[in-house]
């Protein structure tokens, strides 16, 4: 098992007030094989889960196991270990980009984990290709190149730490319709040809609807829903999450009531127009 959290709670203080941001969450996510969506309103309490996956923050009770080592850490020389196997991307993680080149802002973080330059090296340029960065951008100012790119050279970095367990927070806030569906192809392909488990937060509920094989919906700073995302989609009480149906289900419920079109469970706008073609044949 790649995560698991046993009544985890967490609360944030400070020289005012605190607040409990998690509580009573159970949790476990395989190190292989996942692709998780998380959604919820702001302050749901997403992005403090995902902290408490890797170790950024350390929980206020219960027990937060990753990959076999239990946290708070015994040993403080784990914490780097830990972070080199469950890699978190940050919301808008372009903007901490800062080394001259591209190859040398991938490289920081094997680097940085006393990998030699060499292989550092290497993996930087696997991570690179991996993401559709192509040799002629390597020797470029990560501040010369469009946005869409800063946020795959980001990802990139994050990718040569060689992680079992890749979390990205909003990968595609900010990224027009075209960056979105390139960045979630390229999210997508390392999933599929690593085997990789991917968790995604994001408010896009098309686009985790499209990707997710499994959602869990927060909710003042609870677990509402931890399931299949076919599951999510006819769950009685779904109105009750604070959230939006895909469009491509809207539409397929609209044509089935208006004009009786065969009804099929489709989650993204493809699926619909391939069954639209089936029916209509």
């Given amino acids: 098992m790649g995560i698991q959290f046993k009544n985890v709670k967490y609360n944030y203080k400070n020289m005012n007030h605190s607040y ?3 509580e009573k969450v159970f ?12 959604c919820g309103e ?3 309490g997403k992005s403090t889960l995902v902290q408490l996956m890797n170790g950024l923050l350390e929980p206020t009770e219960g027990k937060s196991i990753i990959f076999n080592t239990e946290i708070p850490f015994k040993n403080k020389k784990m914490v780097n270990k830990i972070r080199q196997k469950v890699g978190l991307v940050f919301q808008f993680p372009e903007y901490q980009l800062f080394e001259e ?8 973080g094997p680097t940085n984990l006393k990998i030699n330059e ?27 190149i469009s946005g869409g790119e800063m946020r795959r050279v980001a990802i990139a970095g994050v990718l040569a730490m060689t992680p079992e367990i890749l979390i990205l927070d909003e990968p595609t806030r900010g990224l027009d319709p075209e960056g979105q569906n390139t960045l979630m192809k390229v999210i997508n392909d390392i999933h599929l040809s690593e085997n990789k488990t991917i968790i995604v937060i994001s408010h896009d509920i098309d686009l985790l609807a499209k990707y997710a094989k499994r959602i869990i919906v927060m909710k003042n700073g609870k677990i509402s829903y931890d ?14 999450f604070s959230l939006e149906y895909p469009t491509s289900l ?3 419920r609209f044509l089935n009531k208006k004009i009786n079109t065969p009804f099929k469970d489709v989650y993204d706008i493809d699926s619909l127009f391939n069954h639209l073609i089936e029916v209509s044949k």
């Fill in 250 to 252: 809207k539409i397929m």
């Fill in 118 to 144: 060499k292989k550092a090296m290497d993996l930087a340029k696997k991570s690179a290709k991996a993401v559709g960065i192509g040799e002629k951008l390597l020797n470029k100012s990560p501040f010369k």
């Fill in 42 to 44: 702001t302050g749901s």
């Fill in 101 to 108: 080149t591209v190859l040398k802002d991938i490289m920081f």
């Fill in 27 to 38: 949790l476990s996510i395989k190190s292989k094989g996942e692709f998780i969506g998380i």
């Fill in 20 to 22: 409990n941001a998690l």
């Fill in 227 to 240: 399931g299949r995302k076919e599951d999510l989609f006819q769950n009685k009480e779904f109105n009750n």
